[in-house]
């Protein structure tokens, strides 16, 4: 396989998994504004905020890793 197509497999896997990620946050969002609604704040609640905090940065970090390779994916030939 060429380097360029291992590359663009690469950023595609990238943008699948920050899919994933991005309906997790969302699926979880969702459940913790249900309970704030009901002030329903048990360890539910705040585990919730905090998985959907390490989502967060975890989108952030993939992102940056997209940007990374794909301004690398122009020196590829």
């Not at 943008?15 to 991005?22: N, P, Q, T």
């Not at 539910?44 to 390779?69: D, P, Q, R, S, T």
Request: glycine share 4%.
């Amino acid at each position: 396989m060429a380097n360029i197509d291992r590359a663009k497999d690469f950023i595609n896997n990238i943008r699948l998994y920050m899919s994933m990620i991005l309906a997790m946050i969302l699926a979880i969002g969702s459940g913790i504004t249900k309970m704030y609604n009901a002030n329903n704040y048990d360890y539910l609640f705040y585990a919730g905020n905090i998985i959907v905090l390490v989502l967060i940065f975890l989108f952030m970090y993939l992102a940056k890793l997209l940007h990374k390779k794909t301004d690398e994916l122009k020196d590829i030939k």
